[in-house]
């Protein structure tokens, strides 16, 4: 059970100089959302942020037991936070409670033997082989 902040402290640190931004808080309960199909088989998302005009996004990512995400380039920094399972590319391996970072430019392909739950960051989407954007 977690305690609820206490509104009076805001109040009274504030001391009406400032007014908190209302509504300015958005707040995502993930386990009431359902997992949606991927466009790229046994992978499923939760999207938890998006913002279509600047091609970012915040998403819960489910892979099953074998899943791959296919050649492709990052056309800016990609984080994910792996929170269970683990998936790899030829650079390495990263399991429950580690972190990796893609850099702007890079190209892999990810696969997951034992299948795994992340939450990725993305500033602009994946660009797939054989799509405008893909040049090496």
């Given at each position: 059970m977690t305690a609820e902040p206490n509104q009076n402290h805001f109040k009274e640190r504030l001391k009406g100089k400032l007014e908190p931004t209302k509504g300015g808080s958005v707040y995502i309960k993930p386990d009431d959302m359902e997992w949606t199909p991927s466009q790229f088989p046994r992978i499923q998302t939760k999207v938890l942020f998006r913002d279509d005009d600047e091609?970012?996004?915040?998403?819960l990512l489910k892979w099953?037991?074998?899943?791959?995400?296919?050649?492709?380039k990052h056309p800016e920094i990609e984080?994910?936070?792996?929170?269970?399972?683990?998936?790899?590319?030829?650079?390495?391996?990263?399991?429950?409670?580690?972190?990796?970072y893609r850099r702007p430019g890079s190209m892999?392909?990810?696969k997951s033997d034992e299948g795994c739950i992340l939450l990725a960051v993305y500033r602009k989407p994946n660009i797939f082989a054989n799509t405008a954007g893909f040049g090496t």
């Open positions: 091609g970012s996004m915040t998403v099953e037991p074998g899943a791959v995400l296919p050649f492709h984080q994910s936070w792996v929170l269970e399972g683990s998936f790899y590319d030829h650079d390495g391996i990263c399991r429950a409670g580690e972190f990796v892999h392909e990810t």
